[in-house]
């Protein structure tokens, strides 16, 4: 079984140097056509955990060519903020990850958005899934968008169909909040090209960690191995660690910030499954006086908490999400 493997850019511009500003596109293709399926990373730079994933995606598919169809991949989306390893866009210091569908007229940061955007769109993917890292130990999960159109039912279906498939749990964006998130490459992806995509979060910001390319990679396969994509046999993977959830969980609208500073001291692990009261966290000062507990405010599951032993008023220490299975509220 053969299939064909190019490698390409995007171009995005150029330099004040004259040197050309590229984002590097694999291809891979067997020779039935679809489906097609995009797996893009390090749209936010510090996020290098996904980076790794794609590369090995791509090893593997080497050594294992397609049965069908082509996957596309971005293992680097916004490779300045990647060098400097920032979040951000530097040029224009914005979140590359709020500026979707972009612009052809825009500013920097939305002339990258708008051309990733169009290489994507162009091809008619059957998904496309983005790979980015929550915190160092935090739980893997797909973060699933709000579908912005009462006539798009199809795509709830489709997103929650792959996301059963994944492995890994999954969530809504809460939908009081998520007018925020809607220019993510995801969002515009649903809402405005009526593309199936999710997030897969990992975990391991800043340094690749191994376990979570690992499970990025089988996740993944899993999706692939459903498209009847794959040609070598392998059993369907399950995280090992996988919540024992029923229905549908969405996002916390309320965050769960402290109100002083002072020292973190986390009581409660990524991954548990808390009720209301519960003592997620204790701050306090240095003679180890208890400034304010952090409580759950109701039953909830602790996704991830900060990257951060010291906290200020208003420091967010918790991803927290609820179970809904009206998640997916259409939002006006």
Known sequence: MSAKIKTGFISVFKSVDLARRKIPLIVQKAEIPDPIVWVVAAIHGDEVTGTETVLQLNR????????????YSLPIMNPL????????????????????PGSSAGNTAER??????????????DL????????????????????LDRQDSYLIEKLLEYSELSGINYLVEN????????????????????????????????VVREKFVEIGLNVIKNILRSFSMLSHKEPVWVYPHKLPLEGIYETVWKKYAADYSGIVEYKVQPGAIVKKGTVLARIKNLFDKTIQKIIADEDSVVISYADQSVCFPGTELFTMVKRNDDAFQFVE
Do not use: W
């Open 60 to 71: 593997y598919l080497k050594r294992h060519p397609l049965a069908r169809g082509a996957v």
């Open 81 to 100: 903020g990647y060098e400097l390893t920032t979040r951000y866009e530097p040029i224009e210091s914005m979140d590359l990850n709020r500026c979707f």
């Open 112 to 125: 990258i958005a708008y051309k990733i955007f169009s290489e994507i769109t162009e091809t008619k993917p």
């Open 128 to 147: 496309v899934i983005d790979l980015h890292t929550d915190t160092m130990e935090s739980i893997p999960y797909i973060c699933l968008d709000q579908v």
């Open 175 to 206: 939908s009081q909040t998520y007018q925020e998130l809607k220019n993510t490459i995801s969002g515009a992806l649903i809402n405005k090209a009526k593309v199936p995509a999710f997030t897969v979060e990992l975990g391991g910001p800043l």
